[in-house]
């Protein structure tokens, strides 16, 4: 059975920094397209990044590019998500996901949450100003 499970969430003030956790079991993320996604209440969930753990190569929406750092560390088969210099606007819960079967291959696929089969269940990022 698939989990990935989310931690690192909180409360912080604007500029702040956050490091979301999504910890594997029963997958592994080695050579996988993993990505995080946000929601806010009333709108679509958004991809934010996304990786291919095969090479590391990287993804991020533009809104997020500078600020936040996605990584992953295969022996604990988990895929962090830094957040840095937070903006009200990074206000979501957000949503670890794996094993898309469009790949990361380029943006658009890497960030697009129809491919996604698995799913987190989220933590809470809240920033204030």
């Known amino acids: 059975q698939v989990q990935l499970v989310e931690s690192g969430g909180g409360s912080v003030q604007a500029g702040g920094s956050l490091r979301l956790s999504c910890a594997a079991s029963?997958?592994?993320?080695?050579?996988?397209?993993m990505g995080w996604f946000r929601q806010t209440p009333g709108k679509e969930r958004e991809g934010v990044a996304a990786?291919?753990?095969?090479?590391?190569?990287?993804y991020y929406i533009d809104s997020v590019k500078g600020r936040f750092t996605i990584s992953q560390d295969n022996a604990k088969n988990t895929v962090y998500l830094q957040l840095n210099n937070l903006k009200t606007e990074d206000t979501a819960m957000y949503f670890c996901a794996a094993d898309s079967w469009l790949g990361c291959t380029t943006t658009l696929t890497a960030l697009s949450e129809q491919s996604y089969n698995y799913w987190g269940q989220g933590t809470q990022v809240t920033v204030s100003s």
């Open positions: 990786i291919f753990t095969g090479n590391g190569h990287t």
């Open positions: 029963g997958y592994t993320i080695i050579r996988k397209c």
